[in-house]
């Protein structure tokens, strides 16, 4: 009997690729797609790596395919965005190897800036896509993304959601297929994609797209369960199981193909049921072209474009059933919050001190933006707060943001953040950037990178140092300090932002939560010095709140002993004492 084990979607998804022989993985840290390559560096067999940015994880692959090896590259919805440029072009050039994009798409914002629809990019890169219900699914159609990569010579994407990705299911185990390598012959006109070249391989594109959607017709992943005809649903992914929940007794077309559709098969299951609907989370792309067929169908009329699906929902949407349901008990509303000790506030109480506002970026300290702190202003991308800033003085001059900075933290700005000040550098910009350095990637669950010392196998390698990049890029001022020195911080942030030029401040401090950060203070309060001024409750440390006769009390279990109340504390009410 076949092994049986409970799996996430992540890590069925890194199963099957285990399972598909792949030898390269290559993936850049972001929920929901984080768990994969997490997975995927138990494999031995596999070699596995963080890359700066998800563009460079995606041409890692596409390399390793080109070599004649199975390969994958792995990213959050937004992370498709950066990896596009080289996704796009490689559609056309095709591959040698299996080559697979995972694309992990969030709908509802849990831990995204937008809930972008991947299968929209895809389509527009005319790269195939396929869509699982379940862990089951995401290993078996990480495995046949392989084999439909090489059979019809094309980068395929596997597209999951949150949903899929962290909920648990039955996976059945079976062995690694060990692939042989596909030889290697040089060939121009397919991988060289200059104009004369490229012109041929788009004609070749749309022909392959047209007899994929010719196969997909007859493709087990794509299946018809008949039952009543009354209600027949198209849907796919996680929807289908709010479907079989909510109308056990519809007609199904589940599809595993997303792109490209099966035309012949839907027109074939619409006539055969009374009233059609498509139901698929985020944007109409099953839906649109469904209805451009001529097909009658329902669909987001009733149907919203926004966050996650329910059986509820469509009961209440296609049924209209009123559901009796109980409404839960009201519970306190718990934003999120930086950790007691996180180098982060302590960084942004100085800010908030000088009245600086900062253009922002992507990471654990966009909570800078919330109350109490109240420092970030924008958001908006990956490394995207340098060049906001840069915007902002050739917009309106030096003296608009000497009251302003750009704050980034070190995975980021290995990420994007690089390039970002090197054109600060180059097109002659003034501002002040500060880099938060706490030595990891903090707010997908700690991954090392470049500027770490240790790759995702383990392997202990030179850390490449934030500050000689800088210094390399011609900056002059580059000034590394400790993240709770405050009062040196709030010294050197009120020299840089009136520096005309580039200046760059590092705020060094490792994450509370790393393993390696060990608790070496604690605070030891004293009620009689305290005058209930609340200084010390400024920055918002979740382990300090005020007693009931209105000193502070610290509450022992979640303090880490930073140190920056009593560092805020003119009166000694607070001290940090050694353990």
């Not at 440029?85 to 299996?98: A, E, K």
């Not at 929807?239 to 027109?267: C, F, M, N, T, W």
């Not at 990956?382 to 900075?405: F, P, Q």
């Not at 003034?430 to 700690?446: A, F, K, L, P, R």
Request: net charge negative.
């Amino acid at each position: 009997m076949s092994e049986q084990k409970i799996m996430l979607g992540n890590e069925a998804i890194a199963r099957g690729a285990y399972e598909a022989g792949v030898k390269v993985s290559a993936a850049y840290p972001g929920t929901p797609s984080t768990e994969i390559s997490e997975n995927i560096v138990k494999y031995p067999e596999i070699y596995c790596e963080w890359s700066p940015n998800e563009k460079v994880a995606t041409e890692v692959a596409i390399g390793a395919a080109i070599s004649g090896v199975r390969a994958m590259a792995s990213m959050k919805h937004v992370g498709v965005n950066v990896a596009s440029d080289p996704l796009y072009t490689i559609s056309y050039g095709g591959i040698n190897g299996g080559l697979v994009l995972v694309a992990a798409d969030d709908p509802g914002l849990y831990s995204s800036q937008n809930e972008q629809d991947s299968r929209m990019v895809a389509r527009a890169a005319m790269v195939p896509v396929l869509e699982p219900s379940d862990s089951q699914e995401a290993k078996d159609f990480t495995k046949l993304a392989f084999e439909l990569s090489e059979k019809y010579d094309t980068p395929m994407m596997v597209r999951t959601t949150t949903r899929i990705a962290h909920s648990q299911g039955i996976v059945t185990l079976e062995p690694r297929v060990e692939v042989e390598d596909k030889p290697y012959s040089r060939n121009p006109a397919k991988f060289v994609m200059m104009p004369g070249n490229a012109k041929g391989r788009h004609v070749y594109v749309e022909q392959r797209l047209k007899q994929m959607a010719e196969d997909a017709c007859t493709l087990p992943v794509n299946r018809v369960e008949m039952r009543d005809t009354k209600i027949g649903v198209i849907t796919s992914g996680i929807p289908y199981q709010y479907v079989r929940e909510a109308l056990p007794d519809a007609s199904v077309l589940k599809l595993g193909l997303v792109h490209p559709l099966p035309r012949k098969l839907i027109e074939e299951f619409a006539s055969k049921v009374d009233t059609l609907y498509v139901v698929e989370e985020l944007e109409p792309v099953i839906e649109e072209q469904v209805k451009s067929w001529g097909i009658k169908a329902i669909g987001k009329e009733i149907l919203t474009v926004q966050g996650e699906y329910s059986a509820n929902m469509l009961r209440k949407a296609i049924l209209h059933q009123e559901l009796d349901i109980e409404e839960p008990a009201a519970v306190p509303a718990r934003p999120p919050i930086l950790c007691p000790g996180c180098p982060h506030r302590s960084v942004f109480s100085v800010m908030n001190k000088l009245g600086i506002h900062a253009a922002g970026d992507i990471g654990c300290y966009t909570l800078g933006a919330v109350a109490p702190l109240n420092v970030i202003d924008t958001t908006v991308c990956m490394g995207a707060s340098i060049s906001t800033l840069h915007g902002m003085e050739k917009a309106k001059g030096r003296d608009y943001i000497r009251n302003w900075v750009a704050m980034i933290g070190d995975s980021t700005f290995m990420h994007t953040g690089i390039n970002s000040l090197m054109n600060m550098v180059y097109n002659q910009s003034n501002g002040t950037v500060i880099i938060m350095d706490n030595s990891t990637t903090g707010m997908t669950g700690h991954q090392d990178h470049a500027a770490t010392g240790k790759t995702l196998m383990g392997q202990e390698v030179p850390a490449i140092s934030i500050y000689h990049m800088c210094k390399a890029m011609g900056i002059e001022h580059v000034v590394e300090v400790d993240a709770f020195d405050i009062q040196t911080l709030e010294k050197v942030v009120k020299e840089e932002v009136n520096r005309d030029g580039v200046s760059v401040i590092i705020t060094k401090s490792p994450c509370v939560l790393l393993k390696t950060t060990k608790t070496t203070h604690k605070l030891v309060v004293h009620s009689d010095k305290c005058k209930k001024c609340g200084l010390c409750l400024k920055p918002g440390c979740p382990a300090l709140t005020k007693a009931e006769d209105g000193t502070v009390k610290v509450d022992a279990t979640m303090c880490n002993g930073c140190g920056l109340c009593a560092k805020r504390c003119p009166f000694g009410a607070l001290e940090q004492v050694a353990l």
